[in-house]
């Protein structure tokens, strides 16, 4: 059974940082692309990052620059540091396997409790 269970999640002012890190278990982690996604208040969930099993990493537009995904696959863990917080990038923060199809990410199904930062202007 895939269990996701991501964390660093908190209160940060705006133009602050913040480290968040998913641990995986129930998986061969080190053979799986991985992803944040995001779900902002009034909004569907989008992906935020996706890294491939070579470390390969894809952003969307609007944390480009800002935000850095990376992983250790000795640890089982993706992380993802995010830079120059904007109020608009409050919300629950979720990790997720992935299939990379097209170079296009999609979720496997399984989803943790995900965990809320909550950027304070």
């Known amino acids: 059974q895939v269990q996701l269970a991501e964390s660093g999640g908190g209160l940060v002012q705006d133009g602050g940082s913040a480290k968040l890190s998913c641990v995986a278990s129930?998986?061969?982690?080190?053979?799986?692309?991985m992803a944040w996604y995001r779900q902002v208040p009034g909004k569907q969930r989008e992906m935020v990052a996706s890294i491939t099993t070579g470390g390969g990493t894809k952003y969307a537009d609007f944390v480009k620059g800002r935000f850095t995904m990376s992983r250790d696959n000795a640890k089982n863990t993706v992380d993802l540091q995010m830079n120059n917080l904007r109020s608009e990038d409050t919300g629950v923060y979720y990790c997720?396997?992935?299939?990379?199809?097209?170079?296009?990410?999609?979720?496997?199904?399984?989803w943790g409790k995900g965990t809320l930062v909550n950027v304070s202007s």
């Open positions: 997720a396997a992935v299939n990379m199809i097209g170079g296009y990410a999609f979720p496997q199904g399984d």
């Open positions: 129930g998986m061969k982690f080190s053979l799986n692309a």
